[in-house]
């Protein structure tokens, strides 16, 4: 692992530089390296994705999780800070001016530019085929990663960012679309030129499968597209997969895992007990998964937030320097199971749906230890709605609330004024007021 060390400094460097803001300054550095210099190398290259692989795990996961979170009832607020507190209430009335929404849309758009920055410049340095198969497919992954995060918050967002700040935003469709396309891209360049060994020592680390990784995201999009085949195509190439490697994102004493920061080491977050569901929706009694991410009683949300019973936090979140998995192995045969079930193969459903049920062997740890599920195995909205519970459980703070309520529940009625119990208080979030005042592209608000 060559370099590695190297790596990482100049990386961080380049994250907490200019270089990859959209803000210009008055004033210059000379002994600073420009843009052009830093991305004409391979070194710089290496520098620049070892530094998204930081700012992405540390700084842009946390947006990934945490709004999405608390506006699907899985965090609840403990603190009485505004944003947190304005998130959890929702409704017509949530400021495009809160940090809530401005956050996630600051973070996940710098580190989308930030791999567009890696992408053209392994598309103009002269780099062995490997090198620059390994290069794009990285680039390639981490802005599929943060555009499919943005268009489940936003109901637009700009598929590139633009250096004058005037992005066009494109709709969830076409977004989701170049999501596919990104992987689509990135699987092939990397079946059709392995990356090479001086990449994968340098940037990727041991405790990443890229070509997994990348699969596992396909599968994810094309179930959110509608593209129920393709998805199932896609998971089952992970779970196939003769590479072991559980793909993590790993933190240190530098780089502290986000999610402890927000939860154990502070008085700003707690899950919710029961992973936040309720009614039809709670898991059932004996379900490992609630001993594997939730600990001993940890009071109640603020009243003014919800006022609901909360947990200490476990799983993969309980230290400082926990891992965090880039994708669950128990995704991929929800994923099934749900493209399964749209597709009206119900037995096929059912079968994916019990392996992780009856899960006792998960690589991560995520065991039900459930019997099979006795409902209706002809009804497909009984088999949707345990698959949509099952995911509740066992895809807890991954980010993926917010679009399994919307994509299982699309006519559910979000009031217009502040909730904090319902399933979710949005559909999309409001843009922030410092894109509207940028960008004259900014679309309207949506109501809800």
């Not at 992954?141 to 943060?146: F, G, N, R």
């Not at 960012?161 to 977004?175: E, P, T």
């Not at 994916?352 to 049920?357: D, E, I, S, T």
């Amino acid at each position: 692992m060559k370099n590695i060390k190297l790596y990482t400094i100049v990386g961080v460097i380049l994250v907490s530089s200019s270089l990859f803001t959209a803000c210009e300054t008055d004033f210059e550095n000379p002994n600073n390296p420009t843009e052009d210099v830093v991305l004409g190398t391979k070194d710089g290259l290496f520098a620049l994705a070892t530094g998204i692989r930081q700012y992405y795990s540390v700084t842009a996961l946390r947006q990934v999780i945490e709004a999405p979170g608390i506006t699907t009832r899985e965090l609840g607020v403990t603190n009485t800070f505004l944003n947190i507190n304005e998130l959890a209430k929702g409704g017509a009335e949530l400021p495009s001016e809160s940090g809530g929404i401005t956050n996630p849309w600051t973070y996940l758009l710098k580190a989308k530019g930030m791999a567009e920055s890696l992408i053209d410049g392994a598309n103009t340095v002269e780099l062995t085929s490997g090198t620059k198969s390994g290069l794009l497919a990285y680039g390639n992954l981490i802005k599929a990663m943060c555009l499919g995060s943005l268009i489940e918050m936003f109901e637009q967002v700009p598929i590139d960012n633009s250096a004058d700040g005037a992005a066009v935003f494109s709709d969830r469709d076409a977004v989701l679309a170049e999501c596919i396309l990104l992987l689509e891209d990135a699987r092939d360049m990397l079946a059709s030129e392995p990356m090479s060994e001086d990449f994968e020592s340098s940037v990727l680390w041991s405790d990443i499968s890229l070509e997994k990784t990348i699969n596992a995201f396909l599968s994810r999009y094309q179930l959110m597209a509608g593209n129920y085949e393709a998805s199932i195509v896609s998971a089952d190439a992970v779970l196939n997969s003769s590479d072991s490697t559980n793909s993590m994102w790993v933190y240190d004493a530098n780089n502290e895992n986000p999610i402890w920061n927000r939860t154990v080491n502070s008085a700003d977050l707690n899950p919710q007990s029961n992973f936040g569901l309720t009614g039809d929706y709670l898991p059932e009694e004996g379900d490992g998964r609630l001993d594997f991410y939730l600990g001993a009683d940890a009071g109640f949300a603020n009243e003014d937030a919800g006022g609901q019973a909360l947990s200490e936090m476990l799983g993969f979140f309980d230290s400082s320097t926990a891992p965090i998995p880039i994708y669950l192995p128990g995704e991929m045969m929800l994923n099934k199971a749900e493209a399964y079930a749209r597709l009206n193969q119900l037995d096929n459903a059912v079968t994916q749906l019990n392996l992780v049920r009856q899960k006792t062997n998960d690589p991560l740890g995520v065991n039900a230890n459930l019997p099979a599920w006795t409902g209706d195995e002809s009804d497909v909205d009984a088999i949707l709605e345990e698959i949509y519970i099952n995911r509740g459980a066992e895809l807890f703070l991954t980010g993926l609330r917010f679009a399994d309520s919307k994509r299982f529940h699309p006519d559910f009625d979000v009031p217009l004024e502040a909730n904090t119990t319902n399933e979710r208080n949005r559909n999309y979030y409001p843009y922030p007021s410092t894109e509207r005042e940028n960008n004259p592209n900014t679309p309207d608000d949506p109501t809800i």
